[in-house]
């Protein structure tokens, strides 16, 4: 008996359909069927050699004269390609997203850090400007007292002094005047880190 080559080709391609998405894809089916509407979906299938391919399916259901659905007649793409190209830019988006938050979090973490550390060395700077301008001040106060009656022996004032006692005063004459001049240093240098030293600018011969 000759076949009859008038009738449609069919198979159960349902076979072949992804089993995680085999339960999506009936279910929109029936909707669609029962709703008498055309509507189309994207799934994967399953190849006999092995392969997972993305096939994007448009279904139409045809309904007898009372309304009855009769049968489905569509097509289907293979849009693996596109698929694949999808997913890898979602992946690309996604894993940018991730460099991104962590690059951020990153600076905000060297930021904050950098703040800190900035805090404590002002924080140093500042009271070892106030150690010195307090220091220089205390030595100062008991240095003028020293230097004054250092003048007064050296002056005679209370009394004639022998030549050795006279090189002596004038010995620690010559060590204040030195350690005058180391204390004003240091106070000067508080004052230039403090940003309070008032400069003199002139024209010096060259």
């Avoid at 309304?67 to 289907?76: D, K, M, N």
């Avoid at 004052?191 to 008032?198: F, I, K, N, Y």
Wanted: net charge negative; charged share 20%.
């Amino acid at each position: 008996v000759p076949a009859d080559t008038s009738a449609p080709i069919t198979f159960n391609w349902f076979e072949i359909v992804h089993p995680e998405d085999q339960p999506q894809l009936a279910a929109l089916m029936q909707a669609g069927i029962a709703a008498g509407q055309p509507f189309h979906h994207t799934f994967r299938v399953v190849q006999p050699d092995g392969p997972v391919r993305w096939i994007k399916s448009f279904a139409s259901p045809i309904l007898g004269d009372h309304g009855q659905p009769l049968r489905l007649i569509g097509a289907c793409l293979d849009v693996t390609l596109e698929q694949e190209e999808a997913e890898r830019k979602l992946y690309e988006e996604g894993a940018l997203r991730r460099l991104n938050a962590e690059l951020e979090q990153h600076v905000a973490e060297r930021t904050a850090a950098l703040t800190e550390a900035n805090r404590q060395l002002e924080y140093s700077a500042r009271i070892k400007d106030e150690f010195m301008a307090t220091m220089s001040h205390e030595l100062r106060t008991p240095f003028t007292t020293i230097l004054g009656a250092i003048d007064v022996l050296a002056e005679q004032v209370h009394g004639e002094l022998n030549p050795q006692q006279g090189r002596f005063v004038g010995m620690i004459r010559e060590s204040s005047d030195h350690l005058l001049q180391l204390i004003n240093a240091i106070l000067d240098f508080s004052r230039v880190q403090s940003g309070t030293l008032d400069l003199d600018l002139q024209r010096v011969p060259a």
